[in-house]
């Protein structure tokens, strides 16, 4: 059957599901007339469409309601053909069924190298709300536990992630934020980017990754989108996507600014009939509504909105998450060889956490978010007119984006009078009091911009020995600031002191447009995609790319290998290369790091209160960090069978320069005053000297490693027609190890006080978790009915993290006064030591070790002719309780809820 077939015959050849289609023909010198009826073409061997008229060859029958309004049915032999003229009509066009293609793909399909596609029906598989929802699907993901109110990211290919001995699902730290961090994600080739997301509160003091402005209540928890952990998938609904592509393995050299992986998602504009949507699961729903206009025969659009509304417990409505989204795409194809796809999107979200009415204490979190984008992809063919240039066409991608973001936090405080600090640079002062009783605010007011260019040029060629060529040559540029008037709030935001000789590390009012610097990035590319058919039918593909990177002034050359050999129903296959991420404005621009030691605290009640504060100032921008670097090693091995395709995959991932915090050892001068006290008057100082004061600062470093190594199974198997059964599976198997690169150590203070030590220097914790998951779907369908019974089946076989596996004995120390002294290896477990020993119960597994659970999901789908599409969704549809070997909770392990999505074509 030829692929240009008109997909309303396609319908029919299915079994006949486009009822009230109108037909003329002539048979037997006589002309019929009708409409056909459900399941009225059967056996049709070949037909063939040109314009309003579909030509039938071969064994075939048709069954069609005459003029008379009785059923006929004639029969084509074999060696004849019969000529319909159809006529269109309204009623029939909105009859038409997606689902009721016969060669629909119901699950994620692996496609020549690492890329995984899932489109059509597979996007439907899990109830989506987001693009986070749809990825579930992947091999090594699984269905999480449903709940909007906290930011999805995703990681490919590790066992870093939540501990499956915490409550939460939002793990941090070096190991899960740097493969975050790492992921790139592409909407038709323009890069959306969350490197200008500078949504923080303490970033000059906490590390790359920690987690900002969350919240937890007894209504839920609340987590807004974070910096420096990828663009929150919450924000991209999934109403107008037509496929997605993700690549967990080497990408070409065309895309850039990723270590973890690339999502590329694409979205059509074409004509299509008002689709109203509506979704409900666990306090959650939405509402979509998309219209695709078919201007002229060239050109397209499609306009779509969409409105979520999620409740972490509709019992109380505290923790809630909003989302609106506008997209409008147009898309022209021109005679003169111009091609272009021109798309805007208006979003906001908000993120509420408000305070239970009986907790005093509680905190109160706003989230106001709103952004615009612009994309447009404009091509040209040179080859026209039957010309074969080099280089046949030059294309463009270009996106903007620009949005305004405004954090509150906000509770209160009622501590009684406290000095905090407040001077910008060295200096000894009069330290400030705050409000006996007060409400703490603070705020972070970003403005970030994106702007993101990529110019290629194309080409084909054949040479004599039939070795096909298909290279491109381009260049990208990303631009990244951020405009905002920064993080600023009362006096409370500072640490504030309960007694004299106290410190802390402070905070101040940090404006991004002024202290905040551009990003900017270039690269160039050049790629060679080639495809070599043997004598034998073996067929070699090799896709071999170079890119450079400058991210800003730091350069990376990065070979990009994917290769394949196909001998029949065998294919093997690999894939070498190195990636690189750039660092966020969050990392590089922290703000100033300030310490502040109160030297004395004089009050007479109702005269006077005097604080005599010390502020010692250290730079906290971090311009020197470097890209973050991987090398993605991948060998693997396809085989088609009758029944169907089994893909075996084999990797080794190494990331070096990652991002991580070092403590640094840092020495003052602190201040001696003298102070003087007279009567009633406040008190005056004198400075009379200094002494050494020893105190830790961190700093975001280009100091982490880790590997990720393991394999992957993906099956697909042919639909069992018998049955209308089809079948897919996929299984992860995955080893991590992270270690923070040598002479970043840890320090802490021993437990009991010790004159002789004030600090144990210690090697840093290591890391190593192993995660091993599997994942069937069983999907029944039956497009006659349009009809679709989905079981999706979750395997966790293994989950075991190992944590703060470190040495027990300290390398080092540090005297009172900053001495630091090392101690040899055959010394360090000298009992001299033994109040710097650390407990060996520090040491944490944690996990299924050796106990495996097991999880089962329903999907049920039914397409009605009138126009409606009902699904139902039951997570855990046995409600079953999964713990730990610790007895602890499964937090991985999803428990039972109910969803159903509603659509309806006009």
């Known amino acids: 059957m030829k692929v240009s077939l008109l997909v309303g015959a396609v319908f029919l050849t299915a079994g006949g599901f486009l009822s009230a289609q109108k037909v003329e023909f002539y048979h037997n010198g006589k ?41 006929e049915t004639i029969i084509i032999k074999e060696g004849e053909e019969l000529q319909l003229q159809l006529s269109s009509s309204k009623s029939s066009e909105r009859e038409k069924s997606e689902i009721r293609i016969e060669g629909v793909q119901l699950t994620a399909r692996k496609k020549q190298f690492s890329e995984i596609a899932i489109q059509q029906e597979a996007l439907q598989n899990l109830q989506s709300f987001s693009l986070g929802d749809v990825l579930q699907q992947l091999p090594g993901q699984y269905v999480q536990q449903f709940d909007n109110t906290q930011f999805k990211n995703i990681v490919f290919r590790t066992a870093s992630g939540a501990s499956v001995t915490g409550s939460g699902n939002i793990p941090g730290g070096d190991d899960f934020g740097n493969r ?201 063919n040179f080859g026209q007119n039957g010309s074969k240039p080099f280089f046949r066409t030059v294309s463009a991608d270009v996106g903007l984006s620009y949005a305004t973001q405004l954090t509150e936090r906000r509770y209160w405080l009622n501590q009684g009078a406290r000095p905090y600090g407040n001077a910008s640079g060295n200096s000894v002062y009069y330290a400030p009091y705050t409000l006996p009783s007060y409400e703490n605010q603070a705020f972070a007011d970003g403005k970030p911009l994106n702007i993101y260019t990529n110019l290629s040029i194309n080409g084909n060629k054949v040479t004599a020995s039939k070795w096909i060529h298909a290279y491109s040559l381009g260049f990208n540029f990303r631009y990244g600031d951020n405009f905002g008037k920064g993080r600023y709030g009362t006096a409370g935001q500072f640490a504030t002191f309960k007694a004299a000789g106290q410190s802390s590390e402070g905070m101040r009012d940090y404006n991004y447009r002024d202290n905040v610097f551009s990003s900017k990035q270039y690269a160039f590319y050049i790629q060679d995609n080639i495809t070599k058919a043997f004598a034998n039918k073996n067929i070699l593909r090799a896709n071999l790319g170079l890119r450079y990177d400058l991210q800003n002034s730091y350069s990376t050359y990065s070979p990009r290998i994917n290769t394949s050999y196909q001998m029949g129903n065998l294919s093997v296959r690999g894939g070498l290369g190195l990636t690189s991420k750039a660092p966020s404005l969050n990392q590089l621009y922290t703000a100033p790091r300030y310490l502040d030691f109160l030297l004395g605290d004089y009050r007479l009640p109702g005269y006077y209160s005097a604080a ?295």
């Open 180 to 380: 975050a961090f790492g992921v790139q994600l592409m909407v038709n080739d323009i890069a959306l980017s969350n490197n200008e997301n500078m949504q923080s509160y303490d970033s000059a003091n906490s590390g790359p990754f920690g987690i900002s402005f969350n919240t937890t209540t007894n209504g839920g928890n609340l987590t807004p989108s974070q910096p420096n952990y990828g663009v929150d998938l919450r924000e991209i609904p999934t109403e107008n996507i037509e496929s997605i592509e993700v690549i967990q393995g080497v990408p070409d050299a065309k895309y850039g600014d990723l270590t973890s992986g690339l999502i590329k998602v694409t979205t059509i504009a074409k004509a299509s009939p008002l689709r109203l949507d509506a979704s409900l699961r666990e306090g959650t729903y939405q509402i979509g509504l998309t219209k695709g206009f078919g201007l002229n025969k060239n050109n397209a659009l499609t306009i779509s909105a969409d409105y979520m509304n999620s409740l972490s417990d509709p019992r109380t409505s505290l923790v809630g998450y909003d989302r609106t989204n506008f997209n409008i795409l147009w898309s022209s194809k021109g005679k003169s060889g111009f091609t272009n796809k021109l798309s805007a999107s208006f979003s906001t979200n908000t993120s509420k956490g408000k305070k239970d009415p009986d907790d005093l204490n509680g905190m109160i979190i706003n989230v106001d978010n709103k952004s615009f984008s612009l994309g447009n992809n404009v091509s040209y």
């Open 612 to 906: 005599i504060m010390q502020t010692v100032v250290t730079p906290g921008d971090n311009a020197d960090l470097k890209p973050s670097r991987s090398w993605k090693t991948e060998i693997g091995v396809d085989y088609k069978f009758p029944f169907g395709t089994v893909n075996l995959t084999g990797y080794y991932n190494k990331l070096f320069d990652g991002f991580t915090t070092m403590t640094v050892l840092k020495t003052m001068d602190r201040a001696k005053v003298n102070v003087t006290i007279v009567g009633t008057e406040v008190p005056t100082y004198e400075i009379v000297g200094t002494e050494k004061f020893t105190y830790l600062q961190n700093r975001i470093v280009n100091g982490y490693s880790s590997v990720d190594k393991g394999l992957e199974l993906m099956a697909n198997f042919k639909k069992i027609e018998a049955l209308n059964l089809v079948i897919g599976f996929n299984a992860s198997y995955v080893e991590t190890s992270g270690l923070k690169d040598d002479g970043l150590f840890t320090f802490k203070a021993p437990e009991i006080t010790d004159k002789n030590f004030e600090y144990g220097i210690y090697n840093d914790t290591k890391s190593k978790s192993t995660m091993a998951r599997a994942s069937f779907s069983f999907d029944y369908h039956l497009a006659k009915a349009g009809l679709i019974i989905g079981l999706r089946t979750d395997h966790f076989l293994s989950d075991r993290k190992l944590t703060n596996a470190n040495d027990i004995y300290p390398v080092g120390y540090i005297k009172y006064g900053g001495t630091v002294e090392m101690i040899p290896d055959n010394d360090r477990t000298n009992p001299l030591y033994q109040n710097l020993f650390l407990k060996p119960s520090d040491e944490k597994l944690s996990g299924l070790y050796n106990k495996t659970l097991h999880n089962v999901h329903l999907r049920v789908t039914k397409d009605f002719l009138s126009g409606f599409r009902l699904s139902v969704y039951v997570s855990n549809v046995f409600n079953l309780k999964a713990y730990d070997e610790m007895g602890y909770v499964y937090s991985n392990f999803t428990s039972t809820s109910f969803g159903a999505n509603i659509s309806y074509k006009f």
């Open 31 to 71: 002309l019929k007339k009708g409409e056909l009826v459900n399941g009225g073409l059967k056996e049709c061997k070949e037909l063939h469409k040109k314009d309003n008229s579909m030509v039938l060859k071969g064994k075939c029958q048709i069954t069609f309601l005459n003029t008379n309004n009785k059923e």
